[in-house]
């Protein structure tokens, strides 16, 4: 009887044993981001941080779960509030540097370090919008409006392209390149044809007025619902 009791409680000890190293084991799924949540910026408390240049790559502590988040790499300290601004999900995203794949991960900027979690610290607030107003047309034979770039995205697909206009929204250091959206007053918000995408390494600002130039693509995507009908890619600053 002695033997069997001694049996079942180191079967039980096992199976305890096995489950904790499971949950040990299973990855950290990132909490969701409402469209509210993504505006004012990811925020939490700093339990790890890895550094792989050009990334730090973060685990934080938000108010919904455990996060991984990727920002340009950056020194703030294990246990300080932060905020990573822009936050864009990428799923099944795997570092070469640091030979590992994350599940979900948001790849962002990191806001103004906090104070360390203890101390209370204001919730972010949303970006301010841009006002765009209307942008004189960039010069030149590839010059186009963002109304008329998609308009004849058809025929320019593959081709480059002169925009001018506003930066409306940007986010820098993010798988190597920089993401904007630009602005020029032409186009339709119900259509959405007034707004374009762009990828540059080039620096910008939001609220910025620039000329870019690039290759137009279409019907890009680029996973966790980042797709779009017009891009254009890898543009330069063009200074006129």
């Known amino acids: ?10 079967a039980a000890s096992t199976i305890a044993c096995n489950s904790n190293k499971a949950s040990a084991d299973a990855p950290v799924v990132a909490a969701p981001i409402t469209a509210t949540t993504a505006n ?19 685990r934080i502590q938000a108010p919904a779960g455990e996060v991984w988040a990727a920002v340009p790499e950056s020194k ?4 300080t509030e932060v905020t990573v601004a822009n936050p864009m999900l990428m799923t ?9 794949k994350f599940a979900q991960i948001y ?22 919008p841009v006002e765009v107003g209307k942008v004189e047309k960039a010069t030149g034979a ?8 998609h308009a004849q995205k058809a025929a320019l697909k593959g081709k480059t392209v002169s925009i001018r206009g506003k930066v409306v929204k940007y986010n820098g250091g993010i798988l190597g390149k920089n993401w904007l959206h630009l602005q020029d007053g032409s186009g339709d918000a119900k259509s959405g044809n007034n707004d374009i995408a ?3 390494k080039d620096e910008v600002a939001k609220g910025q007025t620039v000329t870019l130039q690039g290759v137009l693509a279409t019907d890009k995507d680029f996973g966790s619902g980042y797709s779009y009908a017009v891009i254009v ?3 330069k600053v063009i200074k006129k």
Do not use: C, H, N, W
């Not at 910026?41 to 973060?58: C, F, M, N, V």
């Not at 806001?111 to 610290?121: F, L």
């Not at 010059?143 to 008329?148: D, H, K, L, M, N």
């Open 1 to 10: 009887m002695r033997t069997m009791i001694s049996l079942v409680l180191l």
């Open 40 to 58: 004012a910026g990811l925020t939490g408390k700093l339990l790890e941080r890895i550094d792989a240049t050009p990334y730090s790559y973060l």
């Open 76 to 79: 703030v300290e294990k246990g």
């Open 92 to 100: 099944d995203f795997e570092s070469k540097t640091l030979k590992r």
């Open 107 to 128: 790849f962002g900027t990191l806001g103004q370090a906090g104070a360390p979690a203890a101390t209370a610290s204001p919730a972010p607030q949303p970006d301010a």
């Open 142 to 149: 590839d010059a186009r409006t963002v109304a008329e770039a």
């Open 198 to 200: 762009i990828t540059t």
């Open 233 to 235: 890619e890898d543009a």
